[in-house]
């Protein structure tokens, strides 16, 4: 059941809609510079409040938005006088998404960033054509883009978000009925609470080695690899004929070679998929090669792998 805080954060996204507002997330490391100049110490903007998450005084917000953000329980106390705003919404292909403030060092945080960008266009150009009543789940939710995107896609689809992280599922389910899309919510790590056949698993799983192994944030093996290629194994299982899995992650290349690529290729072969598999981005996260966990690795690219279910 939705509680006040929820329909505040819902009534929070159609203001800002109604307002005309945007906002584009950029990576942990440039948003750390931005907000590090001297002239970007204090929210000017509803853009600087809800996007850069800085602190912000009275008269920032109209009214009705201060009015609604207090409502959903988003505030903190900043110092000074000044409140900050726990969450932030950012646009994307035209939809408005709730996720976590910046920095995103909580243990329930919600994460949205350039691979969310980067994961939508992938959807979107792989779904042309998808059948509208398509069976769709999307493994690790997160802010929901991955099933909202491929809904917009599918019309009619039957759309199931799954993530470990209850907030996230709360702030999936929120942008869901913003962007007037239906969908199941399951709180699950494994497909295992997910009946019947999948038409189309989508997935965008962490992909860097957390020093912590926070489930959420930490790759696994294959310098970090491993939860890509055990969300592939599980997918491939439960495709229905002619079903496919579209998973955006990242590879760590090793002199020139791809642990991850040849581990998919493998284990989906063997569950009777094809798979097609390339990069989308051949560098990034660089700053992680400077750490011992991956002295041996040349880069980490970002790659996109499309498996389809023999029919």
Same mark, same amino acid.
């Given at each position: 059941m939705r509680t006040a805080e929820d329909a505040a954060l819902l009534a929070l996204l159609g203001? #800002?809609?109604?307002?005309?507002?945007? &906002?584009?997330t950029a990576t942990p490391a440039t948003h750390a510079r931005v907000i590090a100049r001297a002239d970007r110490q204090e929210a000017r903007t509803v853009a600087d409040v809800f996007g850069w998450s800085l602190p912000f005084a009275d008269g920032v917000l109209d009214d009705d938005l201060r009015q609604v953000a207090e409502a959903a329980g988003i505030l903190d106390d900043a110092g000074d006088g000044k409140r900050r705003s726990r969450v932030r919404v950012s646009s994307l292909h035209?939809?408005? &998404?709730?996720?976590?403030?910046?920095?995103?060092?909580?243990?329930?945080?919600? &994460?949205?960033?350039?691979?969310?960008?980067? &994961?939508?266009?992938? $959807?979107?150009?792989?779904?042309v054509g998808c059948p509208h009543t398509a069976r769709i789940v999307d493994i690790g939710t997160g802010s929901g883009v991955g099933g909202i995107v491929a809904a917009g896609c599918c019309p009619e689809s039957a759309v199931t978000m799954t993530d470990i992280n209850p907030q996230a599922l709360r702030l999936a389910s929120i942008n869901a009925t913003h962007n007037r899309v239906e969908a199941e919510f399951v709180l699950t790590d494994k497909l295992d609470a997910i009946t019947g056949g999948?038409?189309?698993?989508?997935?965008?799983?962490?992909? =860097?080695?957390?020093?912590?192994?926070?489930?959420?944030?930490?790759? *696994?093996?294959?310098?970090?690899?491993?939860?890509?290629?055990?969300?592939?194994?599980?997918?491939?299982?439960?495709?229905?004929? *002619?079903?496919? #899995? =579209?998973?955006?992650?990242?590879?760590? $290349? $090793?002199?020139?070679?791809?642990?991850?690529?040849?581990?998919?290729? *493998?284990?989906?072969?063997?569950?009777?998929c094809t798979l097609r598999y390339r990069e989308i981005d051949p560098d990034v996260f660089g700053e992680e090669l400077e750490g011992p966990l991956y002295a041996d690795v040349d880069r980490i690219a970002v790659v996109a792998a499309v498996a389809t279910k023999a029919s």
């Open positions: 203001g #800002l809609e109604a307002r005309g507002y945007g &906002f584009v035209g939809k408005l &998404f709730l996720h976590s403030a910046h920095p995103t060092d909580d243990r329930d945080a919600v &994460f949205l960033g350039p691979d969310s960008y980067r &994961f939508a266009d992938l $959807i979107a150009a792989e779904l999948i038409d189309v698993a989508l997935a965008n799983p962490p992909y =860097i080695i957390d020093a912590e192994e926070r489930e959420y944030r930490h790759g *696994g093996g294959l310098h970090g690899g491993q939860a890509s290629l055990d969300m592939a194994v599980a997918a491939a299982e439960r495709l229905n004929p *002619g079903g496919r #899995l =579209i998973l955006y992650t990242g590879s760590a $290349i $090793i002199r020139g070679e791809d642990p991850l690529r040849d581990a998919l290729a *493998g284990a989906l072969t063997a569950r009777g």
